[in-house]
């Protein structure tokens, strides 16, 4: 791969993962072109991509260099783009920043993706709907079978057929509002009294529940499980607190 003075994000629209890394580049005022195949679709593409080591999206051209994973594309961009930073300078706040990034990006962001993917198996009306926002011209030509195709991806790499699966997944990302609000305490920020990758990565795994406006997709209606659980969290601090973060420190650039 060559080096390019602007780099290329491959992604998933509505991804949660991929909003962290958006949010990471516009953060640092990083301008980028963006890729975006379909969700289940994204699988192989990752795969030729990175010649077989990985088959997850975010990927990021940055640099000559091909990075995969949201954590590591921050991390490259906090290395080579250092302003303005999203790793505190203390070396205990950055301890804890990298610690609770870590945190939210195994014990909460693949339980939301599950949740919400269990219930749009089961809502295809509602599945259909999002297909038509993300790519309209795509998912015409498909019709049904190829929504259903995609449907089936999306149900083996996710488990969002397994009831059992999905309540368990629910029960992670309640526990993982607890946590948020746990480790706020009183404060504004996660660590260090100042935005931080540990806010950036929290939020943005939080956002498909939320939907705050200035992501960088805004789906207008998610299945019933999901609205209902929106509604039960919508009075907790936690909730307002991703509004608040979107609402002060999310400006796309891209």
Same mark, same amino acid.
Request: aromatic fraction near 10%; charged fraction near 25%.
């Given at each position: ?104 990006? !195994? ?29 309209? *011209? ?30 368990? *997944? ?12 746990? !480790?706020?305490? !009183? ?10 990758? *540990? ?27 999901? !609205? ?27």
């Amino acid at each position: 791969m060559q080096p390019s003075t602007r780099p290329t994000l491959w992604h998933i629209t509505v991804s949660h993962y991929s909003e962290k890394a958006r949010w990471a580049l516009d953060y640092k005022e990083v301008p980028y072109d963006g890729r975006t195949p379909l969700p289940g679709l994204h699988m192989p593409l990752a795969l030729w991509l990175t010649r077989g080591r990985g088959y997850t999206l975010p990927l990021l051209d940055l640099d000559g260099e091909r990075i995969g994973d949201s954590t590591a594309i921050v991390a490259a961009l906090e290395e080579r783009r250092p302003g303005p930073r999203l790793y505190p300078e203390p070396p205990a706040e950055r301890r804890r920043a990298l610690a609770l990034e870590d945190w939210f990006d !195994e014990e909460l962001g693949p339980y939301v993706r599950r949740f919400v993917f269990h219930s749009l198996m089961n809502d295809p009306d509602c599945f259909a709907e999002i297909g038509a926002q993300i790519a309209p *011209a795509v998912f015409d030509r498909m019709g049904p079978t190829g929504s259903r195709w995609i449907q089936g991806l999306i149900v083996r790499r996710y488990r969002a057929h397994d009831d059992k699966a999905a309540e368990a *997944a629910l029960a992670k990302v309640l526990v993982g509002f607890d946590r948020l609000e746990a !480790e706020l305490g !009183e404060g504004d920020y996660l660590t260090g009294g100042a935005f931080s990758v *540990a806010d950036l990565t929290a939020a943005a795994l939080l956002y498909p529940l939320v939907r705050p406006p200035e992501a960088t997709m805004t789906i207008a209606r998610m299945p019933e499980p999901v !609205e209902t659980l929106r509604a039960q969290l919508s009075g907790r601090r936690g909730y307002r607190w991703v509004e608040e973060m979107f609402r002060l420190h999310r400006r796309p650039t891209g």
